[in-house]
């Protein structure tokens, strides 16, 4: 058996230590920031799977690229780590606009919530969603025609949002969608960036981050005040949460409501929408894969909107998004911080280290996956899926916090695939500017996705 003794004491490789020198620190913030994912990616190529960085005289954090180290830290010791304080700063992190919801909360806490919130993904109530999900996703077809140029990527945002609000929330925010998806971005780019500046000096980027703050809290304040007003359950979430009472007989305040809500408009859209612009993307650059496609969904629906039952009898629909999302995962990064000592791959990761899990790299390892940049669907079949480590995909995470509406995200994503490539074929426009990665909590197309409309 192996010891704490036996261990090795020493740290992983990594870049040189970071000093204490504010100028040092402040470009090494800059340059990481700035393109964080090829940052880490070239310490990967240069290091191996387990790289430290020492920043300051005490904060240490580690890098994880390996699926045995995902599972030891996600799965196997999952109750020895909590969220990272890149998520849990209230005033410069994701708390700041999520409050102490499911993606940041940790403990008794996050337990209580993620029980309370569970029934509505469960199988049956996910499955009653499929209608509402394929008649939004009509509802944006039908303002389509022949030739017409949209930004994909904001389309996306925009269903994806109205998806979750309806079905989940069962209220309609389309007013209000350009407000939360201009909330949510600002508030990512604010969690990713460098800021030298004290919160309270009004710069132009602090005063944009209070205003998206300010509206984003009056939108979902104006939702709470509306449902409280009325007595029935509707059996939705939000019925749920304004109706739940814990073991002392005390519901939820409307903070802990409102910390839900926006969290779900975060979790519930941004990645399902990340997902689908980068399917139409990679289907524009790769005819042969696009008809394919569109021979399936041919086959099976013959030019009528797809349903449930439609799911089971389109696997390569499913596989054309989750080759998708292997090369570009939604959520790139995962951080979590060492609540003890903990072993990791034969390291000992000291108490109150961050830990970082970068699935964009497992993702694209030779080591779990034949030509990794390439995008092959077929490598999603079952007999080829079973080569591959099962830790090497994990789009949506794994363990105890697993996210809590793959499901949802998987029939969705499916649904409006399906609905929208038999209709029509999307082509990337001439002016839009290069693709790039921006890589917030998702993983997005920087510049937005201009294509161009072309009726099938």
Not at 250 to 258: A, L, P, S, V
Request: glycine share 6%; with cysteine; charged share 20%.
């Amino acid at each position: 058996m192996t010891t704490v003794a036996m261990l090795k004491h020493h740290a992983p490789p990594g870049p040189p230590p970071i000093g204490t020198n504010p100028l040092t620190q402040l470009r090494f913030g800059l340059r990481v920031t700035g393109d964080p994912l090829n940052v880490m990616l070239g310490w990967f190529k240069q290091h191996g799977d387990i790289v430290h960085l020492q920043f300051g005289e005490t904060a240490h954090v580690y890098f994880l690229a390996h699926p045995d180290h995902f599972h030891t830290v996600l799965v196997e010791k999952a109750d020895q780590f909590y969220k990272a304080g890149s998520y849990k700063d209230e005033k410069r992190g994701l708390a700041r606009i999520l409050g102490n919801g499911l993606v940041t909360s940790d403990g008794d806490y996050w337990r209580r919530q993620r029980k309370l919130i569970q029934p509505a993904f469960h199988a049956r109530r996910i499955e009653a969603y499929a209608e509402e999900m394929v008649k939004l996703t009509q509802r944006v077809l039908q303002s389509w025609q022949d030739g017409k140029t949209v930004d994909v990527n904001d389309t996306m945002m925009r269903l994806t949002l109205a998806i979750v609000a309806k079905t989940i929330l069962d209220t309609d925010i389309n007013a209000d969608a350009e407000k939360i998806a201009e909330a949510v971005t600002v508030f990512q780019r604010l969690a990713f960036g460098v800021d030298i500046f004290p919160l309270w000096l009004p710069t132009p980027t602090h005063l944009k981050q209070r205003r998206v703050e300010k509206t984003m809290n009056d939108v979902v304040a104006a939702l709470i005040t509306q449902r409280r007003k009325v007595t029935e359950d509707r059996g939705d979430l939000l019925s749920m949460l304004l109706n739940s009472v814990d073991e002392a007989g005390q519901g939820m305040t409307d903070q802990q409501i409102r910390d839900e809500i926006v969290t779900l408009f975060l979790a519930g859209h941004e990645t399902t929408a990340n997902a689908l612009s980068w399917t139409w993307y990679l289907l524009a650059q790769h005819p042969a894969v696009e008809q394919k496609l569109h021979n399936e969904l041919d086959s099976v629906l013959h030019g009528r909107p797809p349903t449930l039952a439609d799911l089971k009898s389109l696997p390569y629909t499913e596989q054309v998004l989750q080759e998708a999302m292997r090369l570009y995962p939604p959520v790139w990064n995962m951080s979590r911080q060492a609540l003890t000592d903990v072993e990791v791959g034969g390291y000992i990761i000291p108490k109150g280290s961050e830990v970082n899990l970068n699935t964009y790299a497992m993702h694209h390892d030779p080591r779990w996956w034949q030509e990794p940049e390439h995008y092959i669907p077929e490598r999603f079949n079952t007999d080829r899926q079973a080569s591959v480590p099962k830790m090497a995909y994990l789009p949506f995470s794994t363990g105890p916090r697993v996210c809590i509406g793959n499901s949802f995200a998987m029939m969705e994503a499916r649904l409006i695939l399906a609905a929208t490539a038999s209709q029509y074929r999307l082509r990337m426009a001439a002016g839009q500017p290069p693709v790039q990665m921006e890589p917030l909590i998702a993983l997005r197309p920087k510049h937005g996705l201009s294509m161009i409309v072309e009726t099938r």
